[in-house]
């Protein structure tokens, strides 16, 4: 049986930057990842200049952008985490700041908007693919002395002992680790085969992704339509006239059955008042939202972070930077812990980091549920609930900054 300090599973985005975040520690990590390893980034940014070259693939209303349909918006604190750690990718390319934002209410009237210099900032935030920033993120992995890398490995079980757990792979493999972390998301195997419980219900949207070309240039700006079927997101990318869209919808079925032009057109009456034309879009894809919650986030020798830890509804595009805050405060629990000879999966130590996490990622869940109701609702009360308030944050410079903020990660 094989020694280890940490073993993550999961090698995503949050599994991926916790790894590095180790480096350090003096703590031997291995990280197990399922899925094969990802593509070096010279070797995705090679893909991404030849696509560029070809950035005209257009066939009537089907796009071929070669952008990756699932993208994160990186507020500050992110950045500069995955900057500290190697993991802020260096491709122009696959990531485009943000220097405003404007949200629209489809069935009422009102609107909000605030930008960076309202808050003294470049931006808001970064709009980045998300395979661009694990492949960053994998390199700087891949020199890591006290880091092990296994993928193409699934996790069969594991099992509590006196000094931490046992984990067993499907290959036969065994590992004994002082501290088993989660990071393997929503549906998290660690989760489950610890017993670990958690509160989950399920949104009733699904969210239709993919990348469309507009008529006029985005401008930087982030927008957002409430619709009756869901909130609709238009994100900015490199190129001036792509955006990544987020349509969070109760109607997934009839959205995907459209046609490329009629899917266009569609968007266009959403969004054409403030966007002009929606020109072609690429491949759609669509996966269902659901909230969930660890009642424990830690228990003697293991921790989740993550998805594994939470899932939150994409409105306000903030789930992968608490995941990335889990990682950052958790590698900083186990610096310190390592700094004071303690032990890496003892449950004094682990709760610092829940105590510390929890509450911030209970909070940003319930605000992204009141949201969520707040616009879902159909009711001419709460309409004109929603309506007066955006119009109030909109003309109350403290409230708008205070959203700018708190968007920006500032």
Partial sequence: MDNSDVVIIGGGLVGLAFAC?????GLQVT??????????SDELSSDAAQTASHRSNRDGAQLISGVSPRVSAINGKS???????????????????????????TQGTASINFSASEIQQDCLGTIVENAAIVATLYDSAMVLDNLKLMYETELESVDSTEAGYAIRLKDGQEIQS????????????????????????SYHQTAVVTTVELDQPHDNIARQWFTASGPLALLPLNQPNYCSVVWSSTEPDQILALDAQAFCD???????????????CDKRFSFPLTQRHAVQYTRDGLALIGD????????????VNLGFA??????????????????????KVLKRYENRRKPENMLMAAVM????????????????????????VNGARPLKTMAAKLAAGA
């Fill in 21 to 25: 975040a180790l480096k350090g520690s």
């Fill in 266 to 280: 569609q968007l266009t009456r959403i969004t054409g008042k403030q966007t002009q034309a929606v020109l072609a």
């Fill in 326 to 347: 889990d990682a950052q405060t958790l590698a900083q629990t186990l610096h310190q812990c390592r700094l004071e000879g303690q032990n890496p999966g003892d449950l």
């Fill in 308 to 319: 594994a830890a939470h899932t939150i509804h994409p409105l306000a595009g903030q789930g």
């Fill in 369 to 392: 549920e009141g949201f969520k109701r707040l616009f879902g609702s159909d009711d001419p009360g709460v309409r004109w609930l929603r309506n007066s308030g955006l119009r109030l």
């Fill in 79 to 105: 950045r500069r985490f995955l900057s500290q750690i190697g993991g802020w990718p260096d491709d122009a390319g696959c990531k485009a700041d943000y220097t405003g934002m404007a949200v629209w209410d």
């Fill in 178 to 201: 002082r501290l088993l972390v989660g990071a393997d998301g929503g549906q998290s195997r660690v989760k489950q085969l610890a017993g670990l419980k958690s509160i989950d219900w």
């Fill in 31 to 40: 990280l197990i990842e399922s899925q094969s390893a990802p593509r070096a």
